[in-house]
Nanobody, 129 residues
Framework: DVQLQASGGGSVQPGGSLKLSCVVS????????IGWFRQASGKEREGVSY????????HYADSVKGRFTISSNNARSTVHLQMNSLKPEDTAVYYC??????????????????????WGQGTQVTVSS
């Protein structure tokens, strides 16, 4: 099984930046996609971005497109989420999750439904002046 460990959250002012990291360990290969999700207080978990290890495909929610960038190291052992131009509405607990599969549509819909598996613990991001 794959295990995930998210870190890098914190408190920043609007317009600031943070870089989240998701360490991926255990048994995994290129047949996985890693996604970032967030859950604001009183709201449902939503997909932020994902990267498919099989072909490097990335995807972003409209709300973060152009501000956030997802990437992985060559070993696929860490997936980063660079968050720039942060807004108060980005405040949430951020989670990373894993999906075992390579079908692009399946990955997209599972991400959209926030139904990835192998969740790591969350990391709090607070954007406030």
């Amino acid at each position: 099984d794959v295990q995930l460990q998210a870190s890098g959250g914190g408190s920043v002012q609007p317009g600031g930046s943070l870089k989240l990291s998701c360490v991926v360990s255990g048994f995994f290969n290129d047949d996985y996609a890693i996604g970032w999700f967030r859950q604001a207080s009183g709201k449902e978990r939503e997909g932020v971005s994902y990267i498919s290890f099989s072909d490097g495909t990335t995807h972003y929610a409209d709300s973060v497109k152009g501000r956030f960038t997802i990437s992985s190291n060559n070993a696929r052992s860490t997936v980063h989420l660079q968050m720039n131009s942060l807004k108060p509405e980005d405040t949430a607990v951020y989670y990373c999750g894993a999906y075992h599969g390579v079908d692009s549509l399946a990955i997209y819909y599972r991400w959209l439904e926030a139904s990835f598996a192998s969740w790591g613990q969350g990391t709090q991001v607070t954007v406030s002046s």
